[in-house]
Each structure stands twice: as structure tokens, then as C-alpha cells.
């Protein structure tokens, strides 16, 4: 199993990014997937889930409305769009198979979203 994050970069308060995860190793369309972040001297925070299908997704209230993931099964893609930047969004995001509720079992490496004026 193998995740290659791109995307991040540092950008002004306002702003958006587009992340993306290519997924390679098993069989994508199998998989619940999600994205979670890090913060620097914090834990990790759940930030957005996908089903299978793509047809249901869920979000916590720190960036709903902000945030919109979204996966291409055909292409093994796992998508993140993150509109309206806050400072607080700053972190190391990942990747992640799996969900909040069932759990994660395998990592990206991560990538940096850095929010700053």
C-alpha cells in the first residue's frame, strides 16, 4: 500500500489548495478513505471521510463548509479541497484508508499546508 501526497504549500489566509493522493497497492475502490491533519506539538485531528462509492462523506464542524473531499476510483485518486484558509489550518495532512469510527491502517506521508499572511 502506497500513498503520494502533492498539493500543499503556504498560502495567505483566504485562500485555497487542492490536495491530492495517488493510491497504489491494493484496490481502491474498496476502501473507505479520509485525510487527517497535524499540528505542530498536537495530536492528530480527523478532518474528512469518504465512502466507497464517493457518495457519502462526512466532515467535523472546525472545517465544514471549508473543506470538500472527493476520490476518483478510476484513477486511485483521493482528493482534498480546502477553500477559505484559516492560520489554524496550518498543519501536516495525510492521506489515511480507513475511517474515524473503524479506524486508519495505512499512511500517507504527509504533506504541509501552511497558512500565513
Known amino acids: 500500500v502506497h500513498f503520494v501526497e502533492s498539493g500543499g504549500d503556504m498560502v495567505q489566509p483566504g485562500g485555497s489548495l487542492r490536495l491530492s493522493c495517488a493510491a497504489s497497492?491494493?484496490?481502491?475502490?474498496?476502501?473507505?478513505m479520509s485525510w487527517v491533519r497535524q499540528a505542530a506539538g498536537k495530536g492528530p485531528e480527523w478532518v474528512s471521510f469518504?465512502?466507497?462509492?464517493?457518495?457519502?462523506?462526512a466532515y467535523p464542524d472546525s472545517v465544514k463548509g471549508r473543506f470538500t473531499i472527493s476520490r476518483d476510483n478510476a484513477k486511485n485518486i483521493l482528493t482534498l479541497k480546502i477553500d477559505n484558509l484559516k492560520p489554524e489550518d496550518t498543519a501536516l495532512y495525510y492521506c489515511?484508508?480507513?475511517?474515524?469510527?473503524?479506524?486508519?491502517?495505512?499512511w500517507g506521508q504527509g504533506i504541509q499546508v501552511t497558512v500565513s499572511s
Open positions: 489515511v484508508r480507513g475511517s474515524e469510527l473503524w479506524g486508519y491502517d495505512y
Open positions: 497497492g491494493f484496490t481502491f475502490s474498496d476502501y473507505d
Open positions: 469518504i465512502n466507497t462509492d464517493g457518495d457519502s462523506t
